[in-house]
């Protein structure tokens, strides 16, 4: 099993930018991607973006395609998420999520909260 622990959250203004980490732990080595999703208040949780951890290539979702950035850690440990120019409808609280090549997710942090007040 794999331990996630996202940090970063805040509140900041829209324009602003903020940075997001997960550290994994535990069985580490079985993690082929790790992923952000994230759930606004009264929504469902929405995929944010997505990374494959042998090559660091990542695809994002349209509503942050060109704002967001994902990285990772040279061990392949810790995941990054760089927010900017964020806007009042990426309020949502951030979860992190990481998954075996066979597919999927099967592990997920507690969720960080952001707030983009306007």
């Known amino acids: 099993q794999v331990q996630l622990i996202e ?3 805040g509140l900041v203004q829209a324009g602003d930018s903020l940075m997001l980490s ?5 069985h580490t080595w ?3 991607r790790m992923g952000w999703f994230r759930q606004a208040p009264g929504k469902e949780r929405m995929f944010v973006g997505t990374i494959r951890l042998s090559d660091g290539s990542a695809n994002y979702s349209d509503s942050v395609k060109g704002r967001f950035t994902m990285s990772r ?8 998420l760089q927010m900017n120019s964020l806007k009042p409808e990426d309020t ?3 979860y992190c999520a990481a998954g075996p090549e066979s597919g999927g997710y ?3 942090g507690q969720g960080t909260q952001v707030t983009v007040s306007s």
């Open 7 to 9: 940090s970063g959250g």
């Open 22 to 26: 997960c550290a994994a732990s535990g």
């Open 30 to 32: 079985r993690l082929f």
């Open 73 to 80: 850690n040279i061990a392949k440990t810790t995941m990054y």
């Open 92 to 94: 949502a609280v951030y």
């Open 106 to 108: 099967d592990d997920w």
